[in-house]
């Protein structure tokens, strides 16, 4: 059985965002995407463009003073633009630790990510880890 395609861009996505490589990650989504993240802390909104996406995704690696990372599980495409991804974050903020399961649900159109929409397994726990702004 062959890999969907969809499958090896969120792999790709997956290992620029774990390197910090944020060239590679802007090569694999449009120029208008948005990332859609969960609950209320000073992480959480909605960021649309990709020099906002990008901001959100260096803010959250200073947050954690580079601690993060996030080890994909799987990724279920559906064939028709939309796929899944399962993983586990674990991060180091003052002295707290979370490890915490999640999955993000992307929109892709033309081999390109135009949509991410994040979920996690206890958003009152992400809260409380990212803390709000301030």
């Given at each position: 059985?062959?890999k969907?395609p969809?499958?090896?861009?969120?792999?790709?996505?997956?290992?620029?965002?774990?390197?910090?490589?944020?060239?590679?990650?802007?090569?694999?989504?449009?120029?208008?995407?948005?990332?859609?993240?969960?609950?209320?802390?000073?992480?959480?909104?909605?960021?649309?463009?990709?020099?906002?996406?990008?901001?959100?995704?260096?803010?959250?690696?200073?947050?954690?003073?580079?601690s993060?990372?996030?080890?994909?599980?799987?990724?279920?495409?559906?064939?028709?633009?939309?796929?899944?991804?399962?993983?586990?974050?674990?991060?180091?903020?003052?002295?707290?630790?979370?490890?915490?399961?999640?999955?993000?649900?992307?929109?892709?159109?033309?081999?390109?990510?135009?949509?991410?929409?994040?979920?996690?397994?206890?958003?009152?726990?992400?809260?409380?880890?990212?803390?709000?702004?301030?």
């Amino acid at each position: 059985m062959s890999k969907h395609p969809d499958i090896a861009l969120i792999r790709q996505g997956y290992t620029a965002f774990n390197s910090g490589d944020m060239d590679a990650l802007a090569s694999l989504m449009t120029t208008d995407c948005a990332h859609h993240a969960p609950g209320s802390s000073q992480v959480s909104g909605h960021f649309k463009g990709l020099d906002n996406v990008l901001a959100h995704y260096r803010s959250l690696s200073e947050l954690t003073g580079g601690s993060l990372r996030v080890e994909l599980e799987d990724v279920f495409p559906d064939g028709r633009g939309h796929a899944i991804s399962v993983h586990k974050i674990y991060a180091e903020r003052g002295d707290r630790g979370i490890e915490m399961r999640g999955g993000l649900f992307f929109t892709l159109i033309g081999e390109k990510i135009t949509d991410i929409d994040e979920c996690v397994a206890d958003i009152d726990e992400a809260d409380a880890f990212w803390g709000t702004a301030g």
